[in-house]
């Protein structure tokens, strides 16, 4: 659980329901869909892959967006090349790092 982990930040969690869950109430019909990739960004972790999957498919889903959050841990050359293909697939809208 992490409100046990991060004891000092637990009142700051919200809990939000996958809107495939039944018997779940969610907190909101209008919620905005985006894809959420939390850790350190790097090769290794796959981001690279994740942008270019992403980029692949975005057409088809117009109103997801994409979040990568984290530090990263390879050198500039690769969150170059990221951001490179964002750039090429006009995704700067809808890809936040």
Known sequence: NMRRWFFPFRTRFRRIYH??????????????KFI???????????????????????HHFPEWRLVLAGRTDSGMAEMAA???????????QRVDI
């Open 19 to 32: 809107s495939q869950l039944s018997g779940e109430e969610p907190l909101s019909s209008k919620r905005e």
């Open 36 to 58: 959420l990739c939390l850790g350190t960004i790097g090769h290794r972790k796959g981001q690279p892959i994740l942008v270019d999957a992403f980029s692949r498919v975005a």
């Open 82 to 92: 990221m951001r490179e293909m964002i750039s090429r697939h006009n995704l700067d």
